[in-house]
């Protein structure tokens, strides 16, 4: 009797060589969404991110992934030393991200004018490329994407007022799950402009 084999792939399976060229619908949402000027000036970034991520990030991110940070939190004669030490696959897929620059466009002062209309669709095209290989070092990017967004927006306030409210369509999942975010208050902010017009962040 034949044994069976785990194998979950046919054999006319082929790796795919550029994650860009081959998603079509991510080009249908940049040619819907996107000018035509501003998919030129972002393609090649595209196409490069494609190719990295289908053929180099994964084995990266598999290595990432098996060799988690370790904390040192000692040396060999007890001083306290308390530092994390990574993996250089994970360094590698940081330098990734930032080669990609997949936030220059919205932060950079001179680009994010330029871009004022597409700049956080731009953003999404590149991340969405990267995150297809490395998702779990693309969540603490985005973190820091939104509180860089929050930090320019209360920069651009007048003044501020802080707001408070109950937490309401997670309270469900904190009972079911045993959470905590059952009940819990959460506090935003109101931009007040000098027309006294107020938007909550």
Request: overall charge positive.
């Amino acid at each position: 009797m034949s044994s069976s084999k785990n194998s979950v792939l046919t054999e006319e399976y082929r790796r795919n060589k550029n994650f860009y060229t081959s998603d079509r619908i991510l080009h249908s949402y940049l040619n819907r969404y996107v000018s035509e000027d501003d998919r030129r000036f972002i393609g090649s970034t595209l196409v490069t991110l494609g190719k990295v991520a289908a053929v180099t990030m994964d084995s990266l991110s598999m290595a990432a992934d098996q060799n988690p940070p370790k904390l040192k939190k000692r040396d060999q004669l007890g001083n306290d030393i308390n530092e994390v030490e990574f993996h250089p696959a994970y360094w590698e897929l940081m330098d990734i991200a930032a080669r990609s620059k997949m936030f220059y466009l919205k932060y950079h002062p001179n680009k994010k004018r330029e871009f004022k209309g597409s700049r956080h669709r731009l953003s999404f095209a590149i991340g969405q490329l990267y995150a297809m290989s490395e998702l779990g070092q693309y969540c603490p990017h985005c973190m820091t994407d939104g509180a860089a967004y929050l930090i320019e927006q209360v920069s651009s306030c007048r003044s501020t007022r802080t707001t408070t409210a109950q937490t309401g369509g997670q309270a469900g999942r904190g009972v079911i799950f045993g959470g905590d975010v059952f009940n819990r208050e959460i506090r935003g902010f109101r931009c007040w402009s000098e027309s006294n017009e107020g938007r909550t962040s």
